[in-house]
């Protein structure tokens, strides 16, 4: 005799196969402002490193930088060793502009270059003290891309600043 399905009893779960574990996301890069609080006295000077972790294929590093001239200003930007850390040559222009409180970077790998990954310093700004208050150091809108000009990274990181 031919067996028969089991009949399903209301209430009962039927049980499912198990499904496997999603897997997370690779870790997005980001970029940060390194220290984000500073204290400093009047007439001093402080750096603050523009630093990317986990990135992957970096290409092109645009920066913005914003700051109140009544209390910082930028004396110097260094470039940092992260797009040339397989030693190929990279562009890196830059703009104080310090009566305004702003600065443009620009960081970028050869053209027929790749990208490259891992995290590291891009740039190290070095800032005078000129008054005394609270003020932050910001890089807005940060668009990082990689070697296909694909935005990679998105940031607006800042650094506050006290000055006693």
Known sequence: ???????????????????????????????????????????????????????????????????????????????????????????????ILNDTGEASVTLSRMPGSMGISGSGSLVTFTFQVVGKGITVISAPQLAFQDSRAQTIVTASPQATVTVK
Not at 12 to 35: D, I
């Open 1 to 95: 005799m031919p067996r028969s399905a089991p009949a399903l009893v209301p209430g009962l779960a039927v049980p499912q196969p198990e499904k496997p574990a999603p897997q997370a996301p690779p870790a997005a890069g980001r970029a940060v402002l390194s220290p984000e609080k500073i204290e400093t006295q009047s007439g001093g000077t402080f750096t603050v490193n523009l630093q990317v972790e986990n990135v992957n294929d970096l290409f092109s590093a645009p920066v913005r930088l914003k700051f109140d001239p009544n209390v910082v200003r930028l004396n110097e930007v260094t470039r940092g060793g992260m797009l040339a850390a397989d030693g190929k040559q990279i562009l890196f222009t830059r703009n």
